[in-house]
């Protein structure tokens, strides 16, 4: 209808003026457009504000990943909806090392069956993440890798990965624990859960009061309860760890 298109046209408006732009009135304005398909001439008009955006963001002092992605997002998911570009990625590719646009290709690798491809950009952006200290990216491209190998059927990869996992930031996710398990047979995982054990206590029977509760909660899954009153025993002075176990 003519008022349907007057408003439209009007949200344009307010997408493509860099005064209302400041005021954040164009995150209002693509919440109210997103998912729907802009106009040639729309999609024309908000990619040039986008592309606008990011070149200034560029010049910023400061580091422009956080503002830039969410522009990048919006100009890929446009993108996506023009026929005149073949591949939506290919812009995207000289902000690689930005943790979302990475994940992209990521996505785009794994969906492609390019595994090898896959891996290579995770572990190259994990590196990336370490060194910026972003433990939430590490965290949750550890995870993909570990995907990976579990559809690779790579054991080597499943231990190192989900006994890292298990054991990361101090907490113990047992999805982990069982699945590094399970690599392992019976025999063998007698001789891995002593390793780990003597890894999480670093080989002392007077452990702190984080590692006890570690191994206590370790010992009551395997039903290892003698082990368990002897941990208690040599760590008498830590009521807390005596009344959650």
């Not at 390793?195 to 029977?205: K, Q, R, V, W």
């Not at 290892?224 to 008498?236: I, R, S, Y």
Request: a negative charge.
């Amino acid at each position: 209808t003519q008022t349907e298109s007057e408003a439209r046209a009007f949200a344009i408006q307010i997408l493509v003026d860099k005064k209302l732009n400041r005021w954040g009135m164009d995150e209002l304005i693509w919440e109210g457009f997103y998912p729907l398909e802009f106009t040639p001439e729309e999609r024309k008009d908000v990619m040039a504000l986008i592309d606008g955006a990011i070149a200034s963001i560029a010049f910023s002092p400061q580091d422009p990943e956080w503002d830039m992605t969410d522009w990048l997002l919006r100009k890929y998911e446009i993108s996506k909806t023009d026929p005149s570009i073949l591949d939506p990625l290919t812009p995207m590719q000289p902000y690689i090392e930005f943790a979302e646009i990475r994940d992209l290709f990521i996505e785009r690798a794994i969906e492609e069956g390019r595994l090898e491809k896959a891996k290579d950009l995770l572990r190259k952006g994990i590196t990336r993440a370490e060194r910026s200290e972003k433990l939430g990216t590490v965290l949750q491209w550890t995870n993909k890798l570990l995907e990976i190998a579990v559809k690779e059927n790579d054991q080597r990869t499943i231990r190192n990965l989900a006994g890292r996992l298990f054991l990361s930031e101090g907490k113990l996710d047992f999805q982990y624990y069982d699945l590094l398990k399970s690599t392992y047979s019976d025999m063998e995982w007698k001789v891995k859960f002593e390793e780990l054990i003597a890894g999480i206590g670093g080989g002392s029977t007077e452990v702190h009061f984080s590692q006890a509760h570690a191994i206590a909660t370790i010992l009551k899954k395997e039903n290892q309860l003698d082990h368990l009153l002897a941990l208690l025993h040599h760590n008498t002075l830590s009521f807390d760890l005596i009344t959650a176990h």
